[in-house]
Nanobody, 124 residues
Framework: QVQLVESGGGLVQAGGSLRLSCSAS????????MGWFRQAPGKEREFVAA????????NYADSVKGRFTISRDYAKNTVYLQMNSLKPEDTAVYFC?????????????????WGQGTQVTVSS
């Protein structure tokens, strides 16, 4: 089992920035891909970003390209999501996830473990 705990969410004005963190514990491995998804009220969960085990391969949803950056710290077993130029449509619960097969996929079915989520609210 892998446990994931997200933090860093909050309320921010449009145009502002937030950095989300996700700390992994349990049967973790540096060979796993890690990712972020989000779910807004009344909408389906959607892919945001993912990063491969090496850190060299990343994948972003078109809606966040150029604004969000995913990164990881192997020593801390932590993945980050730096979110800049936030928009009201970025408001959602953000979930951290792990893919043991390192596929760096945008498909949520590829992921094995999920955190509880952290709320991000962007006011206009």
């Amino acid at each position: 089992q892998v446990q994931l705990v997200e933090s860093g969410g909050g309320l921010v004005q449009a145009g502002g920035s937030l950095r989300l963190s996700c700390s992994a514990s349990g049967r973790t491995s540096s060979t796993y891909a890690m990712g972020w998804f989000r779910q807004a009220p009344g909408k389906e969960r959607e892919f945001v970003a993912a990063i491969g085990w090496s850190g060299r391969i990343t994948n972003y949803a078109d809606s966040v390209k150029g604004r969000f950056t995913i990164s990881r710290d192997y020593a801390k077993n932590t993945v980050y999501l730096q979110m800049n130029s936030l928009k009201p449509e970025d408001t959602a619960v953000y979930f951290c996830t792990v893919d043991r097969a390192n596929r760096v996929s945008g498909f949520d079915g590829a992921y094995d473990y999920w955190g509880q989520g952290t709320q991000v609210t962007v006011s206009s």
